[in-house]
């Protein structure tokens, strides 16, 4: 069964200092990587996403991540946070098995708190 | 509105209560899922229906039961629920075979007393 980990519990930042959010997974075979976001009482939104092609993605609100398969890492990242990108954040992998690709595992989050 | 909407957005019920969750989408997905979101642990998949019809069960207690009736809508029964059941359940819908992701609901926030 794939699993997905992420390292940090818990992470509090200044606003205006760099962001990255480690995230790894186990399953070996073909992947599609997804970050979501969930703001304070809000539903859980797409960040971004990986299929394939260039491994570097782009999505909403300034935020990147980096696909490296040889170390199954999917980090997120952004240059400069702003207090409202205060929120937890979600690391998924869906991984291709038969053709039905709809099945996410999630990991269990990150919190991300950004002081003014 | 993420075109995914759960009613209620909160329930309290006692351990001897039957309540069902409600989930209805209109962007015309035809797979949908339950997840359970507990404090410090990953989401938990739940069920998963894809064309109406049930295709995964994770070992869920019967306490909890499904319902499809359309692919516009899935419901989740609650019976005899024990004070661990309390979590955030969240719905989600998409197309299948397609890699869109998740349209996620805003979820039930159920507290079981």
């Known amino acids: 069964a794939q699993s997905v980990s992420q390292h940090n519990h818990h ?3 200044s606003e205006a ?3 990255e959010l480690g995230c790894n997974y186990s399953y070996g075979g073909t992947v599609n990587l997804f970050w979501y976001v969930q703001y304070p009482g809000q539903h859980l939104q797409l960040l971004l996403k990986y299929f394939s092609g260039d491994p ?3 999505g909403i609100k300034g935020f990147e991540a980096e ?5 199954f890492s999917f980090n997120l990242r952004k240059p400069s946070v702003q207090w409202s990108d205060t929120a937890e954040y979600f690391c998924a992998v869906n991984s291709l098995r038969g053709g039905s690709n709809y099945k996410l595992t999630f990991g269990k989050g990150t919190l991300l708190t950004v002081n003014p | 509105e993420t075109g995914v909407t759960q009613t209620p957005r909160h329930l309290v019920m006692g351990m001897t209560n039957k309540k069902s969750l ?3 989408q209109h962007l015309g997905h035809n797979a949908m899922y339950w ?4 404090a410090k642990k990953p989401l938990e998949l739940m069920f998963v229906y894809s064309l109406e019809e049930r295709v995964e069960n994770n070992s869920v207690p019967s306490r ?3 319902e499809c009736p359309n692919s516009s809508h899935l419901f989740l029964h609650l019976h005899t629920l024990q004070p661990e059941d309390s979590a955030l359940y969240l719905c989600a819908s998409s197309q299948d075979r397609l890699n869109y992701g998740y349209t996620f609901g805003s979820g039930t926030r ?3 007393v």
């Open chain 1, 17 to 19: 200092a760099s962001l």
């Open chain 2, 110 to 112: 159920l507290t079981v």
């Open chain 1, 56 to 58: 570097l993605v782009k």
């Open chain 2, 22 to 24: 409600k989930c209805e």
């Open chain 2, 35 to 38: 997840y359970k979101q507990s």
């Open chain 1, 67 to 71: 696909f490296i398969k040889s170390k």
């Open chain 2, 64 to 66: 909890f039961s499904p």
């Open chain 1, 11 to 13: 992470v509090i930042l």
